[in-house]
């Protein structure tokens, strides 16, 4: 009898873990094959998106102080000189008292600063009549707008959708590079089974593993080649082996439990292979065997469907497909063994409850309700009334949603964590929003309160932000980036320029735009007189960029950012780079990771001696 020492389910993912940490070649795809691959690099776009200023609208394009007298009664009239339709180039030129006939999508002409909708104009004799007034850059969607050069687009290790295509079509890119597929070689043992196709003798049943294992292999982007069933003969196994050995893993369901998997253990050594696992202290998937030939693994699994599932799931699926459920019920576990309890998720107003699938894990109907699976600890006895942490069957993208303002230290934190993470660059105060609406978990904020001359707390108490904490970040040195080859040193050297620079903005709603709303205040500035005051840049790097293909000759951001890019950079303030977190998400796992990696990674960045504590609650 086997099983006289049980692997842990722990050192058996390691061993896995560790074989799939060896196979993360890099091949390069084109956009047509890249659905549903992992990138394998960062995606940084080099245009602008849109890469001009664009019409929005069907409409003519128009000087906007020309229609501010305009009313449904008393329409203005402008010359028409000229028509662009989407995509034509044209050399026009609007002045005073003239427009231009122009569709949506098309180049927005020079002197235009404005579009007035087709539906509020009345075109007669080379003329337009515009009964409503724009203001300027009504309906021009401006260059760079979506996407700006410098930017972050997609983050390496991220499994690409249809949507991320769309994106990395819209920056120009053809081919990128993804990690190659893994290949796993499937076969299914045992003289019992029989294909779907043949008609079932008395004693047979269909081969269900090898159809269910290829499905879920391709909905975790892997690649697949089906072997046949191999017979409770070891020649037989033997020579299926043999042939599945081009592939990167080879998987048996079937031949795993005592006396047959003597013969599953007996042909992997006849080939030359090892056995590293012949039973691991789990419950279903005591049997499982885990061996290697040459540089190929094989890992024998159950027969029964749903632990044949399960265990693939838990050495090849995605750890973080987690949603957390409450488990309504009372369930008695069985102890000495870590158990995997198959669950039905059921929807509802306050989240998710777990209701478990107590079939048993032979029967067909255990694997096609189960929605995944709960992990039962071997010392505990009773489950009941409590959270519960769901492992999802099936491709899931689920991860830590930050939105706020954006740093480089984020992106840092969420690297070196190992975090899969969505963030969206709204600024500070549009993180703070989102926070309070349930969208965000984690939110960057640096919003400098003019009154105080304190970060962040003023504006959660204006706000009226509840059921959240502030966890102290960093410190950022934020000031004037330019070319330096402009030559200033100081503020004052700025200050007497001011008006003859093609500045670069940060978003409203930013931390970075009230600083520099803050500074022209304090100086008496008017930002109708600074040039490129409304051209908004969504991060730090993308307002560096545009400095360095000379887009701008200045802007506000961090001095990290004004090094990376080799830029000149003054100093105007210090500022305090903090977390909102919501209280119903601060104990998620992903939460606290980037919590704990945010207190020992190494940031660009000084942090105080209160870095990752709670500074405030809500």
Known sequence: MRYLTLCSIENAKNIVKEFLGMLKDVEEVDLFNAVGRTLAEDIISNIDVPPYDRAKMDGYAVKAEDTYEAEEDNPVELKIIGSIRAGELK??????????????????????????????????????????????????QFAGSD????????????????????????????????????????????????????????????????????????????????????????????????????????????????????????AIK???????????????????????IGQKLIVGLPGYPTSCLTIFDVLFGNEKNIIKAKFPQRYISARGRTE???????????????????????????????DGYIIIDENKEILEDEEVNVHVFGDVKIGLNIIGSHCVGVDIIIKEGGLFAKTINVGSLGGLISIKRGEADIAGTHLLDEKTGTYNIPFLEKYKVKNAVLIRGYIREQGFIFRKE???????????????????????????????????KDYKLSPNKIKGYEIEAKTHSAVATAIVMKKADIGLGIKTVADQYGLGFIPLADEYYDFLIRKDRFNDEDVQTFIKTLKIVKLPFKKPKDCGEIIWEG
Do not use: W
């Open 91 to 140: 050399d026009l030129k609007i002045n005073s008292g003239e427009c231009v006939e122009i569709a949506t999508g098309a180049v927005i002409p020079k002197g235009a600063n404005a579009v007035v909708m087709v539906e509020y104009t009345e075109k007669e004799n080379g003329k337009v009549k515009i009964y409503k007034a724009v203001p300027p850059m009504e309906n021009i």
């Open 147 to 266: 996407i700006m050069a410098g930017e972050l687009i997609l983050r390496k290790n991220t499994p690409l959708t249809p949507r991320d295509i769309g994106v990395l079509s819209a920056i120009g890119r053809k081919k990128i590079k993804v990690y190659k597929k893994l290949k796993f070689g499937i076969i299914s043992t045992g003289n019992e089974l029989a294909t779907p196709e043949e008609k079932l003798k008395f004693g047979q049943i269909y081969d269900i593993n090898s159809y269910t294992l290829a499905s879920y292999i391709k909905t975790l982007g892997y690649d697949f080649e089906f072997f046949g069933i191999a017979r409770d003969d070891k020649e037989d196994l033997k020579e299926k082996i043999r042939k599945a050995l081009k592939c990167d893993i080879i998987l048996l369901s079937g031949g795993t439990s005592a006396g047959v998997g003597d013969l599953t253990e007996t």
């Open 270 to 292: 006849e080939l030359g292979g090892e056995i590293l696992v012949h039973g691991i202290k789990i419950k279903p998937g005591k049997p499982t065997i885990i061996g290697r």
């Open 340 to 370: 995997y309890l198959p669950v039905i998720l059921v929807k509802h107003e306050d989240g998710f409850s777990a209701y478990p699938i107590t079939k048993g894990s032979g029967a067909i109907t255990s694997l096609s309700e189960a």
């Open 486 to 520: 402009l030559g200033f040193k100081t503020v004052e050297d700025i200050l007497e320029n001011i008006y003859n620079l093609e500045f670069i903005n940060r978003n409203r709603g930013s931390g970075t735009r009230i600083l520099f709303d803050k500074f022209l």
